[in-house]
């Protein structure tokens, strides 16, 4: 069982950065696939970056470019810095872990909200 907290969430400008941390316990992290998902009020959760095992990265076209996904498995962290915000970008953010060869995400963290102001 694997349990994930994220942090880093908040109050930003557009324009801002805001870096999104989420910690990993249980499980053998360096085994997952890490994710970050984001749900806008009124909207269904979407997929925003992956890191996996291999330390590949995919992006959603709405936010390459802007943000980069990180995963440091020494300290079993994978952390999302988003540059050049929107309001748009406003939504509750999720950590997602998956084994690499599952098709789904099969634990996810709490939440942080990411409130970007114009």
């Known amino acids: 069982q694997v349990q994930l907290a994220e942090s880093g969430g908040g109050l930003v400008q557009a324009g801002g950065s805001l870096r999104l941390s989420c910690a990993a316990s249980g499980g053998t992290f360096s085994s997952y696939d890490m994710g970050w998902f984001r749900q806008a009020p009124g909207k269904e959760r979407e997929f925003v970056a992956v890191?996996?095992?291999?330390?590949?990265?995919n992006y959603s076209d709405s936010v390459k470019g802007r943000f980069t996904i990180s995963r440091d498995n020494a300290k079993n962290t994978v952390n999302l810095q988003m540059n050049s915000l929107k309001p748009e970008d406003t939504a509750v953010y999720y950590c997602a872990a998956k084994g690499y060869y599952r098709a789904t995400y099969d634990y996810w963290g709490q939440g942080t909200q990411v409130t970007v102001s114009s």
């Open positions: 890191v996996r095992r291999s330390s590949l990265t």
